[in-house]
């Protein structure tokens, strides 16, 4: 079943012509990758593998170089005033190598989904229909600063069968062309085309405007980056996207919730880390418990130097048990994702209230509620629309490897195809098949 | 876990105002639906049955006044002049009324996918991780002048928990009434939200492009129609669609095939049907075959009617067969759907070249391989990028009732969400749940 995997002799970082232009570029790039796309989903698993491993041994080999090309970049960059977190996303450091070098590792270990075959059922006329998972064809991937999303996109997309074009943030153009050339070594040595990852190879930001523009090339793009990026590509992008805007992500305490978990969960879901999608931005308690739990879950907050944005009722309370330095909330807290430590507090009449809260101001992306009364916690999980919703547990932890996905490419807020963390899955498609032995329609 | 369903007082077939901007009308509609669809999807399985049922019993009951006002729509298009075939798709008739009936009691029957929960499995943090289906929650048909559509689409999106937005074409726009106000009847009856199905109570044309136009109101488009109106939703909606273009669907007859089979499967692909989308449109023969079964096929297509475009070695078989008035094939013939007695032939080395013309020339909905060669029908299968590959069946095969779908909203070409023949399921999105006990992230 497995056919030769052919070389492609174009290069994978080829940047455009002098004075080309850009759009005509990337239109090759694309072209490119359309072909590649088909050499690599016929791969056999053991070639994907192989690719993976090498890659990663590569990478450990090449620390040093990719340590230079990357010091080049930083250095650019901080000359150029970029802010400190965005030096540190640039940074790759030694254990950023080993890391991307481990994840590459991590995900030549997952199982091949392509050619699985699920759910062959006999029918009346005598064929058995079945669906095969294949890869979707070209994924594009678009990010800011980080380098490591070169290598692990890269992975992802390879294992699943798909071509890859690669564009990351300008200040990362070094690492990202180092990288690149040895994600085009490995699959060289795997005897896969080296095409079918791509990086676009010039910093001229139209680059992106045009590779959202080629639904006949990119079949989904994977945006990777701020609030900023992925509005302009919801604005501009003909092709599908797996994406989320924000994460508005909700806990509800619930009156028959066990309360030393509500008091872990919400502490954990808010504070162990405050710039992820998947933090708690708003905390729901209902009334009846509101009095005992929150003066707890307010020292917690205020000792970690979380600001606390409350409605009426919610600041009563913490203000009685001596919590200083409380803020009013206004209805534009309940749709905000702060990214950082605040946190708006809201006293709800019980889960009907809670449900329609979280409906009308969330983003879809996480929820949770704490209760250990079967009927609340089963209807909070049916009627709360969200990618994500959890009974008794962080919000935190919905992630692509606390779910066992092995990998994510990305979260996604939307109901269409992928749903919530995205690993290998979201990057296949479920086509039918039919075993006939001369069936026909009557 | 079932919540109460509440009326609203709206009326599901609410024209425009006089003088109403029809926006403004359409985004109101909008609204009601995006209202409705929260209670839809609450509603417990017993509901929707109910409703179904009642559906049924007052289509049969009503069925004179149906034929009446569908006889005001056919006589008005047949004085403007409308074509036969677009006549006859208009006309209900009494075996159309009990056709619908059926066709709802049908998708009462059919297992509710709403709520189920898939593959929970324990993992590491102890949480439990699954999915569960939910609706997707307003879909929008745009149709032509078919009325049963009004029907048919409304008892899935119903049954699937989706609130609906019909627009049928204007030459139905009293049928289309009489059936709303029969479907709202028996959403009354049933205790469901009268406008989780509403018609678009305007024959304005500009109601269309409004309607595709707002992502916060409606989820998915699916268009009913033909490659016109497909054409111009592909180039101004901004609502994901379900939807196909076209069916250039091919057999190919391998040179091991069984050729009774490919006789067989040949024939009825192409003339059991000449109108519909998974007809055959351009058969390949391998060269080792051509020479025994063309003239056997030529001989049943002129028998039949069917004119013949033929490549130069084909055309040479067939002439010396016998066979007469044979065209010579142009490039421009390999990418035609003729949903017409016609059909493209050409002679092909083998299995490499068949799927290299069919991943070129076809349209990714449905092409079949005739062989007895294992290795080469799993090749086909694995290679060919269509919705559909086949090994020793019909195309014809590729149709909702005969995957065992139970009933189809229409066909996806396209590689994400739902592929092929789309049945309830596709109506449906799966969003994770998360079974906790407290657990937390580390």
């Known amino acids: ?28 790039v694309g072209q490119e990758a359309r072909r590649a796309c088909v050499l690599l989903a016929r791969a056999p698993s053991a070639a994907k593998n192989r690719c993976l491993l090498e890659l990663a041994h590569l990478l450990r080999q090449a620390r040093d170089e990719l340590l230079r090309a990357n010091a080049v970049d930083v250095a650019r960059a901080r000359a150029g005033g970029l802010d400190s977190a965005a030096l540190d996303r640039l940074t790759l450091g030694e254990k950023g190598v080993e890391a991307m070098a481990t994840g590459v590792e991590q995900v030549a270990a997952l199982a091949d989904p392509v050619g699985s075959i699920e759910q062959v059922r006999p029918l009346p006329s005598g064929i058995r229909v079945g669906r095969m998972r294949v890869p979707l064809g070209v994924i ?71 590779l959202v523009s080629h639904p006949e090339y990119v079949d989904v793009i994977v945006p990777r980056g701020g609030r900023g990026l992925i509005e302009r590509l919801m604005r501009e992008s ?16 619930d009156d028959d919730a066990d309360l030393e978990q509500a008091v872990r969960i919400a502490d954990n879901a808010k504070t162990q880390r405050y710039g992820t999608c998947n933090t708690m931005e708003t905390l729901l308690v209902a009334r009846s418990v509101a009095g005992t739990v929150l003066p707890r879950l307010g020292a917690i907050y205020t000792a970690k130097g979380v600001e606390l944005r409350c409605c009426p009722e919610s ?59 079967h009927a609340k916690g089963m209807r909070f999980l049916r009627e709360v629309d969200s990618a994500s919703v959890m009974i008794n547990a962080s919000t935190r932890l919905a992630d692509g490897f606390e779910y066992g996905l092995g990998a994510e490419i990305g979260i996604s807020n939307d109901k269409l195809h992928a749903r919530g963390p995205v690993g290998l899955e979201g990057l296949t498609s479920l086509k039918y098949v039919v075993f006939g032995d001369g069936e026909v329609r009557r």
Chains 1, 2 share one sequence.
């Open 1 to 28: 079943m497995n056919t030769p995997v052919t070389h492609s002799p174009a290069s994978p970082i080829l940047a455009p012509e002098p004075g080309e232009d850009v759009g005509d570029y990337v239109r090759q």
């Open 140 to 210: 594009g991937i678009i990010y800011e600063s980080r380098p490591n999303v070169t290598v692990d996109a890269a992975a992802l997309c390879i294992k699943s069968g798909n071509a890859t074009i690669l564009r990351g943030g300008s200040e990362a153009i070094e690492s990202n062309r180092a990288l690149a050339a040895i994600i085009a070594e490995a699959m060289a040595a795997a005897g896969l085309p080296r095409t079918a990852v791509q990086l676009i190879g010039t910093t001229d930001r139209a680059a992106v405007g045009h």
């Open 315 to 373: 600041m009563a309370i913490l203000a009685s048990a001596g919590i200083a330095k409380l803020v009013a909330a206004t209805d534009a807290d309940w749709a905000t994702e702060y990214l950082a430590p605040i946190l708006a507090i809201r006293v709800v009449a019980g889960v009907d209230e809670a449900i329609d809260h979280i409906n009308t101001y969330g983003s879809k992306h996480t929820d949770s509620i704490v209760t250990m009364h």
């Open 238 to 253: 003909k092709v599908p996207m797996i994406k989320h805007l924000d994460g508005i992500c909700h806990v509800y305490i």
